[in-house]
């Protein structure tokens, strides 16, 4: 699957534990396409200097930058229009199940996920509620609790009452369901935070973590990362 | 554009106001298909009760059950995986554009409204913030003022600078963007909310207005409206 001449094609700005640019990593990965990466330091705002708003002005991490012949300059941005770009670019392996049917259940898990779980949590929203909001510590963490559980119980009643489930989120191939619901159980990990009572999802993002594009997007294997 | 024979084919469950069931009536008003509609009292706890969980066990809306011959019953649900599965079934007019940039350039603008936006001002987030978060109403409205001002001046800076802007978010054919950034204008206007300084994003929402496929989603046409 690897495609020499696009490894140096994509500039893929990044940190190394957003869950985010974790999406991203692991697609390009499955694809077999290395993108080159830039550094962002997110625990030193670097997302907000005036080096990284010439690349993207909003600041958002990660973003990616097309260098392919043509292509424009603006940068692509929100990691599941990005997964979606490069699953069209690599079809193969496809990311997304051959049938209309199959591939709104697959978007739809993704989007609880990546749309109506992970914004409630990022550092922006546990920033404005640690200051503004007058949240205390344990006030923020129940937040987080509260969220991801949420998020996460309500994909794992799905996943175990419907009969899509495989061994992946969707059959038997990993899809962008599966990215998105590794890149969540890598963020309760990150946070320490243990939502139990969902056995499907966990026992599928131990087959992910099995694969290697999943277990090469590992955060503590990225630069930038603390030194084990 | 009508397709008599798919009128009957998908029953909507869904509520008069909630943008995510309004982004669903524009595509299908769009498509020129009419699906039944099934109002849900999210007033009354409808979707909650009984009834509706035998439908949609998570209980969230738009719920979106396709009657078509061998289809599975599982319904569809997240507007954003109802939109593009609504794109591929009925191809013209499109939703998204031809080019794969061009369309990683709309779903980016959908889902900093949809993911990035959307789900921070929703119901269940504003309940909990009024009740375990201790907002009172002056917080509750802050905190509606400060994402809805973030997301969609983040989205005007982006319109405002990108060559792919034309008369709507994306050239000159209303595409998902365009669906959830009218979607948004809905929000502020049943919350009352003015995000000043957004021109080039009125002046777009104003061309979706006077669309007849935006102009008959409106919330104060559907059924379980007030009366005016």
Redesign the interface.
């Known amino acids: 699957m690897n495609r020499p001449t696009d490894d140096d094609r994509f500039e893929l700005y990044g940190f190394w534990r957003t869950s985010a640019t974790y999406r991203v990593r692991v697609a390009f990965h499955l694809k077999g396409v290395k993108p080159r990466e830039t550094f962002v330091d997110m625990d030193g705002g670097e997302q907000n200097g005036e080096a990284y708003r010439r690349i993207n002005?909003?600041g958002g991490l990660p973003a990616l930058v097309?260098h392919g012949p043509g292509?424009?300059p603006?940068p692509?941005?929100?990691s599941?229009?990005?997964l979606?770009?490069l699953d069209?670019?690599y079809p193969q392996p496809p990311l997304l199940p051959a049938d209309?049917?199959g591939?709104?259940?697959v978007?739809?898990i993704?989007?609880?996920l990546?749309?109506?779980?992970h914004?409630?949590i990022t550092p922006r929203?546990r920033q404005?509620?640690s200051t503004?909001?007058?949240?205390d510590a344990d006030?923020s963490r129940?937040?987080l609790v509260?969220w991801l559980g949420t998020g996460l119980r309500?994909v794992e009643?799905?996943l175990a009452?419907?009969?899509?489930t495989g061994r992946f989120c969707h059959g038997d191939q990993p899809t962008i369901a599966d990215i998105c619901l590794a890149s969540l159980f890598m963020v309760t990990g990150v946070l320490k935070i243990d939502v139990g009572g969902i056995p499907v999802s966990t026992r599928i993002v131990g087959e992910c973590e099995r694969l290697p594009a999943f277990a090469a997007a590992a955060p503590a294997l990225q630069v930038g990362a603390p030194a084990l």
């Open positions: 002005p909003l097309d292509q424009p603006v692509l941005t929100q599941l229009a990005i979606e770009f069209e670019l209309a049917h591939r709104a259940r978007r739809s993704a989007q609880m990546a749309a109506d779980t914004p409630l929203v404005y509620l503004l909001g007058g949240f006030a129940a937040w509260h309500a009643q799905r009452a419907e009969p899509g």
